[in-house]
RNA sequence: GCCGGGAUGGCGGAAUUGGUAGACGCACACGACUCAAAAUCGUGUAUCCUCUGGGUGUGAGGGUUCGAGUCCCUCUCCCGGCACCA
């Protein structure tokens, strides 16, 4: 017999599964869909390490399963390759993006080739490719013509060394996700996706989602719904109101001052007549200038001016309070003003020491008469409200609300979709600009906008990208009045070309519309979707707000684009740090895949523990299933025609392996179906034979993780047809009980001894049989007992005393 | 601070969902083969003791149960996310 020689059968194969396109799906067929789909990645120009391709075995293994197992199985690839790297890259080198981009996808492609990976490249798309953002600026187009894109002048989060606006999502405490620099607020035009029109849909369909239940919580918690009462406070002796926005109104009746954020249009009108009025200036100025980051860093110590002479009525007791200027206050959250109540809430209860500013406690934990906790923030009964007193919290909320005059209102945390980058290296937002006509979007039929080559990349830095520098593409005719126009600038975000991806696979060369309608109604939704969990609130929310935008204009047939949702645990290296350049402890896969083969290395990532756990790289343990593929090789030696008695103890072993595996896959517990696997192995290598038809049923379950020496195997034994388009066995219960069941006897929980039981003697035990066991005669001497416990098929246990 | 997840041998991890804890793999030790080494094969490996037997043991403490890694309460530590959201 030949030696396992990895590099031959691996390179033979995957040229023959190439040439014969055996992973080519079938737009039509009898068969049921399964569309798994992988998290498309950014071709980096560092290329892949280990940790990249363990979500793209996983989905492979899912992919050759379930096309076993008789369905139409769609498995795609391709590229989101418009984004910052490949832009600065281009600012360094001269490179346009374009040529590095494609670059990185052949290594990326490669790379991702010798693992042996099943996609159909038939279907490849990349988000960069002009046909591809035809349809993505052909979704902006239709935002806008629904009024869910608006240009907008707030604030905007800015990073000064990207030099571009950022949406919410796109930050890490206050700093810029992608470089680290602190965040400026700067008001700018922007276009703006009204992403919060859809957080009620957002939020209430995640419940019917089949995802990890972190990234569900992850995503409310982003939404983040309250609700709550507005309110309006009257100023005294005045006009004007302030409008707050509070959950707790029953605690209304203790709100001892009210806060307006720096930012909030009373400020400047209030201020006006007050006696401190220069005091009040300087104070939010200063709030002005101080970035997210300075204002986290300072929340310990909370800052704030009075607005001295200014006094709002209380509505639920007339009350005249003092007014504040406060910037823990946030301006973009609620009304940016709140009422607040010292004696229950935190923020207040600190501003309020500071300031010395009375603190009324109005709620008394439930069962109790009294408060004598200082600042009680949980729901009680009212105490100190007069008319209310003696209520719960709930029931005041609602009473106090309706003497009040106040509303019920919702609030989000989510912010509105900050959707224009000032970069060169993304899809130009579809929009002209007339002098005469204002915006007009540019019609269909001119679709795709083309981005056009620059002579310098460098971001402006004026909130406009290096396009406007380009004057034959910023001027063009308006075409509604066909006068003199300009072209919109700004480019899209990163996140644009991944939040409708998994539609064009479906129908990928499609000309005519982003995707046909039978097909998409054939393969929507997504049936398994892997990828890391780094996505929650960005692409994944993006994802599902554009797909039902989609089904609402009738593009897609249903709610949720993703059915169920895995993750992919990191795989860190081997000093358990992030894997990176940064740590120079990045492991290349072709180089495992050189020494010990790609069959090899895929059955050690599944191998290394639980699949959406991250874990460390560990070279030394990659000999464990390079051995074992090794024993599956040289068990072909063994192979024999005769059905003796140990071939039955061997097809009992089989069919409960390729029971578990089966349900090992699907659950994806990849590394107990290997293990058991590797049980199944030392059995066989223990009594030293095997039938041919075991052996190639064996052969086809090891099949969707070491895909080439299987199929290399599989042919010596005569087969012509691949065994990826075989039919995965079926498992034979009867068979898997035929063997002799072991209970454990206990004596008071603890395990002496073990009893054999014939399962066809209908899994009778008498107490006198485990009683006359020597090893149980010892701990029950005289046959006493007070209890005799028989679990069937499971335990026993007598207690004793 | 809030939300979510976790803690099991030297290491990665398993445990039919309340029923023999440590499967499988790595590593290690000894043996076989070999002039030798590697590879391979075999045996052993939670820990302690007075060792053909027995005690202890799943982050700590308590509880429920005939029986707890698994359920309940209290606590410690680790990882991820959010963070003045009124």
Same mark, same amino acid.
């Given at each position: ?676 696997? @590797?049980?199944?192995?030392? *059995?066989?290598?223990?009594? $030293? #034979?095997?039938? &041919?038809? !075991? =052996?190639? /049923?064996?052969?086809? %379950? ?70 006359? @066991?020597?090893?149980?005669? *010892?701990?029950?001497?005289? $046959? #006493?007992?007070? &209890?005799? !416990? =028989?679990? /069937?098929?499971?335990? %026993? ?5």
């Amino acid at each position: 017999m030949s030696e396992y020689d990895h590099k031959k059968i691996e390179k033979k194969w995957q040229e023959a599964w190439a040439k014969n396109e055996i992973y080519k799906t079938a737009d039509k067929s009898s068969k049921p869909k399964y569309y798994i789909l992988d998290m498309f990645p950014y071709p980096s120009g560092s290329g892949l390490h280990v940790g990249h391709p363990k979500g793209y075995i996983a989905s492979d293994i899912l992919s050759r399963f379930y096309r076993m197992s008789g369905f139409n199985v769609l498995h795609p690839m391709g590229w989101d390759a418009f984004g910052l790297p490949a832009e600065n890259y281009a600012l360094k080198t001269k490179t346009h993006p374009k040529v590095s981009t494609d670059k990185n996808v052949q290594v990326f492609k490669k790379q991702i080739g010798i693992i042996g990976l099943d996609y159909d490249w038939g279907r490849e798309i990349n988000t960069t490719d002009p046909e591809y953002y035809k349809w993505t600026q052909w979704i902006f187009l239709k935002l806008f013509e629904k009024g869910l894109a608006y240009e907008s002048n707030e604030p905007i989060n800015w990073c000064p060394s990207c030099k571009t606006g950022l949406a919410n999502e796109d930050l890490e405490n206050g700093k810029c996700e992608r470089c680290g620099s602190d965040i400026e607020k700067k008001p700018m035009r922007q276009w703006v996706l009204k992403i919060r029109e859809y957080a009620d849909r957002l939020l209430n369909d995640i419940d019917q989602l089949d995802w990890p239940e972190s990234i569900k919580e992850l995503q409310k918690n982003w939404i983040g719904r309250s609700e709550g009462a507005q309110i309006s406070f009257k100023i005294k002796d005045g006009q004007d109101k302030i409008d707050v926005f509070t959950t707790r109104v029953d605690t209304l009746l203790g709100a001892t001052y009210v806060v307006l954020s720096p930012e909030h249009p009373l400020v400047a009108k209030l201020s006006a007549q007050a006696k401190n009025k220069n005091e009040i200036e300087k104070y939010v100025r200063a709030a002005a200038n101080k970035t997210d980051a300075e204002r986290l860093i300072e929340n310990k110590d909370k800052t704030g001016v009075k607005i001295d002479g200014v006094l709002a009525i209380n509505p639920s007791n007339d009350e005249a309070i003092p007014v504040f200027i406060a910037d823990y206050v946030l301006a973009q959250y609620g009304t940016g003003a709140v009422m607040a109540v010292p004696a229950h809430d935190l923020r207040d209860f600190d501003f309020a020491k500071k300031y010395s500013i009375p603190i009324k406690k109005v709620i008394a934990p439930a069962g109790e008469k009294q408060n004598n906790e200082e600042c009680f923030v949980e729901d009680g009964v009212l105490i100190n409200s007069g008319q209310f007193t003696g209520l719960s919290s709930s029931e005041a909320r609602k009473k106090i609300t309706k003497f009040c005059g106040g509303k019920l209102t919702t609030n989000y945390k989510l912010r509105d979709w900050v959707f224009s980058r000032q970069r060169y290296w993304g899809e130009p937002i579809p929009i002209i600009h007339c002098q005469k006509c204002g915006v007009a979007p540019v019609p269909e039929k001119d679709l795709p906008v083309l981005l056009p080559e620059v002579a310098s990349y460098e971001p402006t830095g004026t909130g406009e990208s290096p396009l406007a520098g380009i004057d034959e593409w910023v001027n063009t005719t308006c075409p509604k009045c066909g006068g003199k126009a300009k072209r919109e600038t700004n480019t899209m975000p990163q996140w644009a070309g991944s939040s409708w991806y998994y539609l064009r696979y479906i129908d990928p060369k499609n000309a005519k519309a982003l995707v046909d309608e039978k097909k998409e109604k054939y393969w929507s939704p997504v049936d398994m979707y892997i990828g890391g969990a780094e996505h929650a609130t960005r692409h994944l929310i993006y994802a599902r707000f554009w797909h039902k935008f989609l089904k609402d204009i009738g593009v897609v047939s249903y709610d949720e684009p993703f059915k169920k949702l895995q993750h992919v645990g990191l795989i860190n290296g081997e000093d358990g740090r992030k894997m990176g350049k940064r740590w120079g402890n990045v492991v290349n896969p072709d180089d495992i895949v050189a020494t010990y083969g790609a069959d090899t290395l895929r059955l050690f990532e599944m191998f290394l523990g639980p699949f959406d756990k991250s874990a460390n790289w560990n070279t030394a343990g990659i000999i464990g299933p390079r051995r074992f593929l090794e024993r599956v090789w040289k068990m072909s030696g063994v192979v024999t025609k005769e059905t003796g008695e140990e071939n039955a103890r061997i097809e009992s072993l089989y069919h409960a392996t390729l029971k578990k595996v089966g349900n090992d896959i699907r659950t994806l517990n990849f590394n107990t179906a290997i293990s058991e696997m @590797m049980i199944f192995v030392n *059995k066989v290598e223990e009594i $030293g #034979k095997i039938s &041919k038809t !075991i =052996y190639m /049923e064996f052969l086809q %379950i090891l099949a969707p993780f070491a895909p080439h020496m299987t199929e290399e195997l599989w042919h010596q034994l005569g087969q012509k047809k691949s065994i990826h388009l075989s039919d995965w066995p079926k498992y034979d219960e009867k068979k898997i009980v035929s063997e002799l069941k072991k209970i454990a006897v206990q004596v008071n929980g603890r395990v002496r001894g073990e009893i054999k039981l014939e399962q066809n003697c209908d899994g009778k035990i008498t107490q006198k049989m485990v009683l006359e @066991m020597p090893e149980i005669q *010892k701990w029950v001497p005289d $046959g #006493k007992f007070k &209890k005799f !416990i =028989y679990i /069937e098929g499971k335990i %026993i246990n007598i207690v004793v005393n």
